[in-house]
């Protein structure tokens, strides 16, 4: 008598339990094709072109076929792109705090100010677009406007990357549709996240050269290889690397447990009643701001590390930089290539004209507005400041480096610990700009309104970079 086949073979046969491994397979395939790629083309190699952005544009470009985008999961990418920034978040926030040695704390603060001030001219610049296209302007494809507010996801696809760009991208799109309006926002947003790794890759490039062909600076990264001591990977009193479990799971377990602390905290802020503003803006903003909960509870989770381990409660170092770095890696890695490739080919031709102006005037803008004030704060440096704030700007911190390496492979200047310190007064100053963000869709009045107050905090934010160097300027002579 044949026996049934049993429910385990059935569902590792079913369509449903390969579904997510395949998408991984897919965002594996394409992250390796966009090394090769970057490794092989010259061209693509002197671009400094993330190779996941590379991958990520491969997979776009093969959606343009029916058959291809079909087969691609468009919900899975989202959600990739969503969790891995949080993750990669975490994993940097549990790292050993770097000691500012040679940044010192006015300039900590001024790099802070500089990220929150462009920060807001970026979304200065995307509402004077997107609002006269809103009143204005109608477009053909889809016969519906375009959201006045959705300048202010410049900001958070230049600024902060893709997955910023996803979580406001939701939310505008989400509240457009209670409007009646139809708006692109997680496919407007996503892109202007790619367009930025571009912008910032390409044009940090190109501004590099033309500086070296006028002797202002010289590139200096072939000058040496990537070395790493037996310290760089350990330190003292650390978990063996293999003993009952390996050190890199012990890593990552840890990292995703912090998470479920940020999970259990947005799911109890989920569970209060706010009424009527706290549903459509409080908790929205909540889930969307993943990535700061997880910045403030990899911080504590190091703090309680570091207590347990000088009370000599903990005898040995569980947290190793290295691997935490490997791990942040890994996670912005898929984020890049997975938030690229949930863009949806299709829908880009609703918002080619709003994205075209948009990514445009916020690189302009960008370029100029950051060369202008690192001019000002890092007179000893103003290049190597410029490229890493400017790489930074336009895409992720690691573009800025990537580009900062350039010209300073050693990191013999500050600009490297500038961009790592400033994190804290920029999230101190930005945060309520942010706030401002889950406010401004709810109506062309308060996105007028939000654009007033940007403008103002802009120029208080200006006025402060500029006044200080000038007075301390003063105070040498």
């Not at 997955?163 to 991208?169: P, S």
């Not at 900062?404 to 500050?414: A, F, G, K, V």
Request: net charge positive.
């Amino acid at each position: 008598m044949l026996m049934s086949s049993s429910p385990a073979v059935t569902a590792f046969d079913s369509s449903e339990t390969w579904n997510s491994l395949i998408q991984i397979f897919l965002l594996a395939v394409a992250i390796i094709a966009g090394n090769t790629i970057r490794r092989k083309v010259a061209f693509m190699r002197r671009s400094l072109i993330p190779s996941a952005l590379i991958g990520g544009l491969i997979i776009l470009l093969l959606k343009a076929f029916q058959s291809v985008d079909g087969f691609i999961d468009k919900r899975f990418m989202e959600i990739v792109t969503y969790h891995a920034l949080a993750l990669g978040f975490i994993a940097m926030s549990l790292r050993s705090p770097r000691k500012a040695s040679r940044s010192n704390t006015m300039t900590v603060i001024d790099t802070g100010t500089l990220t929150a001030a462009t920060y807001i001219i970026q979304g200065i610049v995307g509402l004077l677009i997107t609002i006269p296209l809103f009143v204005w302007w109608r477009n053909p494809l889809i016969g519906r406007d375009i959201f006045y507010s959705a300048g202010l996801l410049l900001p958070m696809g230049y600024g902060q990357g893709p997955g910023q760009a996803l979580n406001f991208g939701t939310i505008y799109q989400n509240t457009a549709a209670d409007q009646e309006i139809l708006f692109y926002g997680i496919d407007f947003g996503l892109s202007i996240a790619a367009i930025g790794f571009i912008v910032g890759s390409v044009v940090g490039v190109i501004y590099m050269n033309i500086l070296n062909g006028k002797n202002k600076l010289r590139i200096k990264s072939d000058e040496i290889n990537d070395r790493y001591r037996l310290s760089d990977y350990e330190a003292n009193n650390e978990l063996p690397h293999s003993e009952s479990v390996d050190k890199l799971t012990i890593m990552a377990s840890i990292v995703i447990a912090t998470y479920m602390l940020v999970f259990l905290l947005m799911k109890g802020i989920g569970q209060l009643d706010m009424g009527s503003f706290g549903e459509k803006t409080v908790k929205p903003l909540v889930y969307g701001f993943n990535f700061f909960w997880g910045i403030l509870f990899g911080a504590l989770t190091r703090k309680c590390h570091d207590w347990l381990r000088s009370k000599n409660i903990m005898h040995r170092e569980y947290l190793n930089d290295f691997l935490l770095n490997r791990i942040s890696g890994f996670c912005f890695d898929l984020m890049i290539v997975a938030g690229t490739a949930a863009i949806n080919f299709t829908n880009l031709k609703a918002i080619a004209l709003p994205l075209t102006l948009v990514c445009l005037a916020g690189a302009s803008v960008t370029f100029f507005y950051v060369r202008m004030v690192c001019r000002r704060i890092y007179p000893e440096y103003e290049y190597e400041g410029f490229f890493a704030m400017f790489g930074m700007l336009t895409g992720t911190a690691s573009n800025g480096m990537i580009l900062l390496r350039e010209i300073d492979p050693r990191y013999e200047t500050p600009a490297a610990n500038n961009l790592v310190l400033q994190n804290i007064p920029a999230m101190i100053m930005g945060f309520p700009i942010l706030l401002l963000l889950g406010y401004a869709p709810h109506s062309l009045s308060a996105t007028l309104t939000t654009l007033g107050i940007l403008v103002v905090v802009l120029v208080c934010f200006t006025l402060f970079l500029l006044r200080k160097r000038r007075l301390s300027h003063s105070a040498e002579q």
